[in-house]
């Protein structure tokens, strides 16, 4: 009983940190996106100091950068998918075992 309870409490532990890790990497990506594209934008005309100009280096790598986001959406999009399979299936196998668990599964008398 106490093992049953000490492992389910480890579960919730697991499954809340997971809950948090997708939506945070998710949001970190999509600020850094937004990022170099604000930084695009603004500094498109910015006064150039010609060759070795380290602000039109910073553009280059960030319109790289947005290049190779964009062209890998597919795959983010089916780690995604994977993410959210694997996200249900654990909550329908723990609804499950949550159901088997009853007081006469338990043997557990209501004397009162
Ligand atoms: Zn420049």
Excluded: D, W
């Amino acid at each position: 009983m106490e093992y049953a309870r000490s492992v389910r409490k480890m579960r919730n532990r697991l499954r809340l940190k997971k809950e948090y890790i997708a939506p945070t990497m998710a949001a970190i990506l999509l600020l850094v996106i937004l990022l170099a594209i604000l930084f695009v934008t603004f500094e498109m005309h910015h006064e150039c100091e010609g060759e070795n100009c380290p602000t039109c280096e910073l553009i280059i790598k960030c319109n790289r950068f947005i290049k190779e986001i964009s062209s890998s959406i597919l795959i983010i999009t089916i780690i995604a998918i994977v993410f959210f399979i694997n996200y249900y299936k654990e909550t329908f196998s723990q609804t499950e075992y949550i159901k088997k668990e009853s007081l006469v599964s338990l043997n557990i008398k209501l004397l009162n």
